[in-house]
């Protein structure tokens, strides 16, 4: 058997689907993002059942209630993972038992994004259903571990997103709610709104791309909305593209948005470059007794 090499032009050649979040506080307008796709190839996950922002849009959705659907949706659309046991979710058992209950998965294939809003609430249905496992209860006094729900949340939620995360040929999208904090020294710092600690810190490094949907004034001081699309900004928003085709601030439109990601590439030495780092001079340190 000949080594599994990928050859260059068939990498390039492969259809690949964008997988992002993008984040905003509440009412900024994330679900109406749906107007600006095409609903025909579009696959709504409507966690939220806040489909009102979309009313008389004529798309497809799927409304799951508990985690055990999430995740069956999730095989469902992302096929098995077949480095998993039988035992494990997102098994090619797994797999085989949803397709069992809703039939052929190629009636998903006319879809081109996923859509799910939100995975603030997903967060919540994951939680309430680690609660419930033994790994959340206390082996010596049966009471709750907290600390044992917390770390199968984690888990469980990287596990979700990493498996739909891996679909090829898709592109996922989902949506979260942003908050605004203030950290130990008084400074404004920016967290996506999800129980827990993990999936938030780890959620960038999963998906291509990271948006926040913020209100940013224009030249006349007043607000409008726009996509920060570039990990430095000015704001601290959270941000990331991985295809280095985005400026710092887009439209808010997401099939716009799209089409700019999967635009050929300029070669790399056009767009990349290495300038020099000039660092500002350190800070002088005093010596002890002369401050």
Same mark, same amino acid.
Request: net charge positive; glycine share 14%; with cysteine.
């Given at each position: 058997m000949a080594?599994?090499?990928?050859?260059?032009d068939e990498r390039l050649a492969q259809r690949k689907g964008i997988k992002g979040v993008i984040?905003?506080?509440s009412g900024i307008g994330k679900t109406s993002l749906l107007w600006t796709l095409n609903a025909a190839t579009t696959l709504f996950l409507d966690l939220e059942a806040g489909d009102l922002a979309v009313e008389g849009l004529e798309i497809d959705a799927l409304r799951?209630?508990?985690? +055990?659907?999430?995740?069956?949706?999730?095989v469902f659309?992302?096929?098995?993972?077949?480095?998993?046991?039988?035992d494990q979710p997102y098994s090619q058992a797994h797999f085989d038992e949803v397709c069992g209950?809703?039939?052929d998965p190629a009636v998903i294939g006319k879809y081109e994004t996923i859509f799910i809003d939100s995975i603030t609430v997903a967060g919540r249905l994951c939680f309430q259903w680690c609660r419930g496992q033994p790994e959340a209860l206390s082996e010596k006094t049966g009471k709750p571990d907290i600390r044992g729900a917390y770390g199968l949340h984690g888990r469980e939620m990287i596990a979700w997103l990493t498996h739909l995360q891996h679909t090829r040929g898709k592109h996922v999208w989902f949506v979260g709610i942003l908050d605004e904090k203030l950290d130990d020294f008084n400074r404004k710092v920016f967290q996506p709104q999800i129980d827990g600690s +993990?999936?938030?810190?780890?959620l960038p490094g999963i998906v291509d791309q990271v948006i926040t949907m913020a209100d940013i004034p224009d030249p006349g001081g007043q607000p409008q909305r726009g996509f920060v699309c570039q990990t430095l900004n000015p704001w601290g928003f959270p941000a990331k593209d991985r295809s280095g085709r985005l400026d710092m601030v887009e439209a808010?439109?997401?099939?716009?948005?799209?089409?700019k990601i999967q635009r050929p590439a300029a070669p790399a030495s056009e767009r990349l470059s290495w300038p020099l780092v000039?660092?500002?001079?350190?800070?002088?340190v005093q010596e002890p007794g002369h401050g």
């Open positions: 080594l599994p090499i990928i050859g260059a984040f905003g506080r799951p209630r508990t985690w +055990k659907e999430c995740r069956d949706f999730a659309i992302g096929g098995p993972n077949p480095a998993l046991r039988e209950r809703y039939g +993990k999936t938030g810190l780890e808010p439109h997401l099939g716009r948005l799209m089409e000039t660092p500002a001079d350190p800070a002088p």
